[in-house]
């Protein structure tokens, strides 16, 4: 891949898509990338999951603090008075034939914490700390997808308008060879079925143009799904990106790198945590707890206003509980998270196996790609001097029109062959560095704010409630909703 190829991609992008001096602004690569990654539903909704992997960590950060809790415990009791001597109720006197109600209220303000759990909250919180990053790196992949889409998009309508060209080019170029071939059987120089074949040709040529621009409306649609609007003139393609210089390197990076593997190796360790968090559910919990009381009472329904305040109670315990039989629940938790470890280290291997393999298809795909070419050009040079010999024997009358026109089709083949073998480089060039895990904003330096998964999750990783932090992460809400 040294002057060779960049000769090869010189020809590539001058040939697969072309541009007018005249044109005021052509589309380019980097416009299509930035408008996909900056319209994609998809990374609006996976940074929106990432935003709810934070705020699971915030729970579990949360779970470490004291809890602050109130209550309002209201009693209303009534009595009525049937016999004929005074009784007391609430504090009150009630005659007889008389009835009469009491209100106590009691407010209570209660902290608690749990003390010791023998790390289960920590445990809890460090494996939620791998969740976060295992979502952080399924972004990136996200991100990958969304580029490579786009890429993919914009060749593809590139190599479709160069296709409608050439097939509009062959209807012209047969409407000539049957004009000709109708004046000829005017003068009596060849056959009526030669002019029908000429026609026949000419009515498959117009099906083949209709086809290619079906196949180039599919890839507008295409484009305008994946981009975000419909595209206008397109520029021609950019020098390709740099990848590696051998296969072996290019694996190496991809299985340091790729967000897969990384997402893979989170959610390993994420579910290696969970048991030994598991195991420690079996353990017991010391909690602390701390509280204050006061009962207010009196007669009618408002005994704060008007009643009269007993004394203020303060308590402190320190409680220790544990589980000695829960059915087998906790020991069949213990038991699903070894089985989820198991099946993670398992997926971890197999992430690796599917990135080495998407990278040796990449490379294999260039290679193939660089072996079409250079056939191709060698190809289209053979049918060019082909049909310029056969049309000038035609005119010598050594050869017939289904000469002239079967040499046209192999010309038109061989250079749709070559165009798209164009397309396949440049596109496996893309496939090559998303399977080593490169396929970025940032790698490729589009020059784009992109989103950053820290500003969010330092905002809540410490479970803010309000407070100058909380007024922050309003903030943030706020500018993420528009």
Same mark, same amino acid.
């Given at each position: 891949?040294?002057?060779?190829?960049?000769?090869?991609?010189?020809?590539?992008?001058?040939? @697969?898509?072309? &541009?007018?001096?005249?044109?005021?602004? #052509? %589309?380019?690569?980097?416009?299509?990338?930035?408008?996909?990654?900056?319209?994609?539903?998809?990374?609006?909704?996976?940074?929106?999951? *990432?935003?709810?992997?934070?705020?699971?960590?915030?729970?579990?950060?949360?779970?470490?603090?004291?809890?602050?809790?109130?209550?309002?415990?209201?009693?209303?009791?009534? &009595?009525?008075?049937?016999?004929?001597?005074?009784?007391?109720? $609430?504090? #009150?006197? &009630?005659?007889?034939?008389?009835?009469?109600?009491?209100?106590?209220?009691?407010?209570?303000?209660?902290?608690?914490?749990?003390?010791?759990?023998?790390?289960?909250?920590? *445990?809890?919180?460090?494996?939620?700390?791998? @969740?976060?990053?295992?979502?952080?790196?399924? @972004?990136?992949?996200?991100?990958?997808?969304?580029?490579?889409?786009?890429?993919?998009?914009?060749?593809?309508?590139?190599?479709?308008?160069?296709?409608?060209?050439?097939?509009?080019?062959?209807?012209?170029?047969?409407?000539?060879?049957?004009?000709?071939?109708?004046?000829?059987?005017?003068?009596? %120089?060849?056959?009526?079925?030669?002019?029908?074949?000429?026609?026949?040709?000419?009515?498959?040529?117009?099906?083949?143009?209709? =086809?290619?621009?079906?196949?180039?409306?599919?890839?507008?649609?295409?484009?305008?799904?994946?981009?975000?609007?419909?595209?206008?003139?397109?520029?021609?393609?950019?020098?390709?990106?740099?990848?590696?210089?051998?296969?072996? =390197?290019?694996? $190496?990076?991809?299985?340091?790198?790729?967000?897969?593997?990384?997402?893979?190796?989170?959610?390993?360790? #994420?579910? %290696?945590? $969970?048991? %030994?968090?598991?195991?420690?559910?079996? *353990?017991?919990?010391?909690?602390?707890?701390?509280? +204050?009381?006061?009962?207010?009472?009196?007669?009618?329904?408002?005994?704060?206003?008007?009643?009269?305040?007993?004394?203020?109670?303060?308590?402190?315990?320190?409680?220790?509980?544990?589980?000695?039989?829960?059915?087998?629940?906790?020991?069949?938790?213990?038991?699903?998270?070894?089985?989820?470890?198991?099946?993670?280290?398992?997926?971890?291997?197999?992430?690796?196996?599917?990135?080495?393999?998407?990278?040796?298809?990449?490379?294999?795909?260039?290679?193939?790609?660089?072996?079409?070419?250079?056939?191709?050009?060698?190809?289209?040079?053979?049918?060019?001097?082909?049909?310029?010999?056969?049309?000038?024997?035609?005119?010598?009358?050594?050869?017939?029109?289904?000469?002239?026109?079967?040499?046209?089709?192999?010309?038109?083949?061989? /250079?749709?062959?070559?165009?798209?073998?164009?397309?396949?480089?440049?596109?496996?060039?893309?496939? +090559?560095?998303?399977?080593?895990?490169?396929?970025?904003?940032?790698?490729?330096?589009?020059?784009?704010?992109?989103?950053?998964?820290?500003?969010? @999750?330092?905002?809540?990783?410490?479970?803010?409630?309000?407070?100058?932090?909380?007024? /922050?992460?309003?903030?943030?809400?706020?500018?993420?909703?528009?």
């Amino acid at each position: 891949m040294g002057c060779k190829m960049r000769k090869i991609w010189t020809i590539v992008a001058a040939g @697969l898509m072309s &541009v007018s001096p005249l044109t005021l602004y #052509a %589309e380019t690569l980097t416009d299509a990338l930035i408008s996909a990654y900056r319209n994609s539903n998809l990374l609006t909704q996976n940074q929106a999951i *990432l935003r709810a992997a934070d705020e699971d960590l915030a729970t579990a950060v949360g779970t470490l603090k004291p809890v602050l809790s109130y209550s309002v415990d209201i009693a209303t009791s009534g &009595v009525y008075n049937p016999s004929s001597s005074t009784v007391l109720f $609430g504090g #009150a006197l &009630v005659a007889p034939g008389k009835s009469d109600f009491a209100t106590t209220n009691t407010l209570s303000l209660i902290a608690s914490m749990d003390l010791f759990d023998f790390g289960r909250g920590k *445990l809890s919180v460090a494996a939620r700390n791998e @969740l976060v990053q295992a979502s952080q790196q399924s @972004l990136v992949s996200v991100e990958q997808d969304v580029l490579l889409d786009a890429v993919t998009a914009y060749v593809t309508l590139g190599l479709q308008s160069e296709l409608v060209a050439a097939q509009e080019s062959n209807v012209r170029l047969i409407t000539q060879d049957l004009r000709a071939a109708r004046d000829r059987f005017e003068v009596g %120089e060849v056959t009526r079925t030669e002019v029908a074949l000429a026609e026949a040709q000419l009515a498959s040529a117009n099906a083949a143009l209709a =086809a290619a621009q079906g196949n180039y409306n599919v890839a507008r649609e295409a484009y305008k799904a994946t981009i975000g609007h419909y595209p206008g003139q397109l520029s021609g393609l950019p020098e390709r990106p740099a990848t590696a210089s051998s296969l072996d =390197a290019a694996r $190496g990076i991809a299985l340091r790198s790729h967000p897969v593997v990384l997402q893979a190796q989170h959610q390993a360790k #994420a579910a %290696e945590l $969970g048991v %030994e968090l598991a195991r420690k559910e079996m *353990l017991p919990t010391l909690e602390g707890s701390a509280s +204050l009381s006061q009962t207010y009472s009196g007669d009618g329904l408002l005994p704060l206003v008007s009643g009269s305040s007993g004394p203020i109670s303060e308590r402190l315990g320190v409680s220790m509980k544990q589980t000695i039989f829960a059915g087998g629940r906790l020991s069949s938790a213990f038991r699903k998270a070894i089985a989820q470890h198991q099946s993670a280290m398992a997926g971890l291997q197999q992430t690796g196996v599917n990135v080495d393999q998407a990278v040796g298809r990449a490379w294999s795909n260039i290679l193939v790609a660089n072996a079409s070419i250079e056939a191709g050009d060698q190809q289209i040079a053979a049918a060019q001097a082909a049909y310029d010999g056969i049309k000038q024997e035609a005119e010598l009358g050594s050869r017939t029109i289904l000469d002239v026109l079967d040499a046209d089709q192999d010309l038109l083949s061989a /250079k749709a062959s070559r165009l798209q073998a164009a397309a396949n480089l440049y596109i496996s060039q893309y496939q +090559l560095l998303s399977a080593m895990g490169l396929l970025t904003v940032d790698h490729l330096r589009l020059g784009i704010p992109t989103y950053d998964p820290s500003v969010y @999750l330092n905002a809540v990783k410490s479970a803010p409630a309000t407070s100058a932090r909380g007024a /922050k992460l309003d903030r943030i809400l706020k500018s993420l909703g528009k």
